[in-house]
């Protein structure tokens, strides 16, 4: 079994920024595509950004130029650094992670989310 725990979120003034970070830990052999999303009350869950192992990136349209997803490997790390931040990216953000288990196994995993709030 794999876990992910999220950390870095809080309360931002709109136009700030914030840098979550994600460690995966566990029985890991390695890890294929890390993302994150994120949910607003009333609204379903979406995606934010994602990266390859190899660093291959998909960002969501509504915060490209703002947000920027990098991981590291060797730390089974990924982070989101969010600039200039705006009242509509206040949400849940939620890490998820491709990992394949020693035993061969593939599964999706998901951390258990941290909030981001931006005042305006």
């Known amino acids: 079994q794999a876990q992910l725990v999220e950390s870095g979120g809080g309360l931002v003034q709109a136009g700030g920024s914030l840098r979550l970070s994600c460690v995966a830990s566990g029985n890991i052999l390695t890890i294929n595509t890390m993302g994150w999303y994120r949910q607003a009350p009333g609204k379903q869950r979406e995606l934010v950004a994602t990266?390859?192992?190899?660093?291959?990136?998909n960002i969501a349209d509504s915060v490209k130029g703002r947000f920027t997803i990098s991981r590291d490997n060797a730390k089974t790390t990924v982070y989101l650094q969010m600039n200039s931040l705006k009242p509509d990216d206040t949400a849940v953000y939620s890490c998820?992670?491709?990992?394949?288990?020693?035993?061969?196994?593939?599964?999706?995993?998901w951390g258990q989310g941290t909030q981001v709030t931006v005042s305006s």
């Open positions: 998820n992670a491709e990992i394949t288990n020693w035993g061969g196994r593939r599964s999706a995993y």
């Open positions: 990266i390859t192992k190899i660093g291959g990136t």
